[in-house]
DNA sequence: TACTGGATTATTTTT
DNA sequence: TAATCCAGTA
């Protein structure tokens, strides 16, 4: 093969470097994929055997593409390549040696839900007031430790100075006993468990090191702890390990992924060959200016500059605006004019913003200016309430131990169970040491089950029923257990009972669960070559590890939305990136050094961003806007004012600050800059510190913006009270959610307006007249 | 057991 | 603002 027509100096060297441990830096655009791809066919052109060939990566998107990929440049030979994310990997190692470990073979697979009900549990049963310490926080906890490799006992058995962290270490502690019980495991264990396997039995990890001589790590940078291990484990014994990735891409800190697994590299495996990939083939060079501009300032990072051979391009654009709604109105007149004037469609463009709720705004617009716009990152398919109680009925007969999914659906549809009864059984069975489902077999036999003890016996039927079934090989295919399944249970009786839009709306998704669970029948017969049906935890495992979102559909010509963080490794023509405000994003300010760590990585989101464009780049940013029902005013964002000069244009603010350019200091709303107190300062706290410190996370600015936003408030409910004044009683509108309804009383509330409206699908509500927008019909 | 309404509290997310 | 959750009531 003749890289060299395909590939640039550097992208040939790294597809050509096979042996030892490689660390591929590749920058945004770079060619990443096409130099991992050519580094696989050449391998398999060198003889290596493409079974002995591991590509990891995080999601499932990625393991599709770069699998179908290698499929059309390795002619025939690739399909022995294993090409999988790493928790799929680990679960299939793991069903194979789940006995190793004590467990058996159809483990359930618990995501965050199930982790979060089955904490709740264990801090009813333990007395934990989860307003003192939320379940969120536990669980990140817990996460951590697993991330660490840290055994509930070894935590347990640590030093506690924190009150919190001794009832931490006791949820754990219970937390392991349940999952054990329930013959259950966590995203972390799947990878844990993993490694713990192979540290204890040797020869398994032989096994896999013979197997994988050549592994491949994607986005490397996003890798936590315990898959470090992982791969350090299995490549340990050949040293063939190519990882690739891009520090200055490491977004994801808050679910544990460790920037210094690729910082330090070169630490890990010494005679590392390090490859950079600088040349970017995306964006123009104003766009990358502004992006290696704001990315410089970064301490903790590779050197390294991308650059392009494409034109300087248009300057990046900065509009300030007064308000959100402003900023929605910008954007969108902005797209209008390029549709009319430019060879633009809207596929090529994208509002990128950075946290979901800021969509809403944008939204509205394009409702009112009927442009065809598709917000990404909604919920995952499979964490729908109507999906996950039929996920909860099929693990029930697959895994009947585990407790949290019979639990689940044993009173849905109601079958008159309530938590009392629940209790009951539950305590039973933990005094009978049964499980919950076995307990529940022996209803008669509980004290005090009374009336419930129909309701229970129905279940279990419908359960036996389905099972035996099933056992029996009487159904066609696994959708037709599902459909067998929800009949009898009364499930779909109950859907029905749902107001007609909701009814027909989980309808529609349960026969799409459905249908998928046909398609996968399907595949694995074709895969496997036989008329069997695939097993139900085979099919579980399959669910529980793909998230199902919603894909960008390229056919589908409108403005896409999303999150920085959902735009990560895509490009567009335009990218607007909104909401560029401290405070906003970033999201944090620094305090002390954590918070500077976590600067960067704001910053690092920003770099994202920012090269996520190929030809214009515009930011945008409000004056004010509303948070959380409160006004706020947020000056520019640093990431603006970090960009160099020569690359931007528009209304950007002086920089006047006395802490270097670090701030905006200029309040356009005030006739004098703020004054702001230092930040890192020494001894006590100033007040805005203390407060910031007692209540983290972008209060900074309200603390010091209090005393003017309060006005403000007045003053904006004052306009839009002007903005609803036009509104009297029998007026037909429209509400962004609720949809139509009448105005029946415009009513006064001390000092508020409020208007009470009669709507058609949800009844009567009443809405501060200040805040709530309607539409005229 | 089921429903309602007041309190509470807000990033980013794949597996 | 708006979504979610739990406590108290019908």
Redesign the pocket.
Known sequence: MDLSKKLNERQQFAAETLDGPVLILAGAGSGKTRTLTYRVANLIEHGVDPYHILAIT????AADEMRSRIQSIASGETAGVWVA????TCARILRTYSEYLDYSSNYSIY??DDQKTLV?NICKKLNID??FL?EKAIIRRISDCKDNLVSAEAFEKRDHFEFRDKQIAKVYVEYEKELKANNAMD?DDLILKTVELFKKYPPVLENYQDRFQYICVDEYQDTNNAQFEFINLLASKYQNLCVVGDDDQS??K??GANIRNILDFERSFPNATVVKLEENYRSTKNILGAANSVISKNINRKDKTLWTKKEEGHKVRFRQLDNAREEADFVYEDIRRDLRNRDIVLNDTAILY????QSREFEERFIAGNMPYKIY?GI?FYSRKEIKDVLAYLRTIDNAIDDIQVRRVL?VP?R???????QRVAEYAADNNISFMQALRQADLIQKIG??LKGINDFVSVIDTVSSKWEADEYEDLSDMIDDLLIISGYYDELQALDPDEAEERMGNVSEFISKAAIYTQSYREEHGTDDNPTLSEFLTEV????D?EEADPNLDCVKL??I??AKGLEFKHVYVVGMENGIFP??LPMDEQDEE?LEE?RR?AYVAYTRAEEELTLTAAKCR?L???MNYNPVSKFVMEIEPTYIEGNIPRRTSAFGDSYSDVNPYLSRPVERKPLVGFGSLSAAQAQAKAKP?AVLYNAETKPYSKSADAEVRKTNMANNSGFAPGDKVRH??FGEGVIKEVKTEDGRTIFSIDFEKSGTRN??A???RLTKL
């Open positions: 995080f999601t499932n998107k994310t790493f928790h799929s995501d965050a709740k989860t307003k939320s995203f977004i994801y808050f679910r950075r946290t979901n709720a990152g995952n009173n109601r008159g169970v309530g938590d009392t009864s629940i009336r419930s529980s590890l793909v998230a979102l999303m999150t963080h959902a999201n944090c976590e704001e989101l509303f959380r029902g409160e996370k962004i959610k809405m501060d200040a805040y709530v």
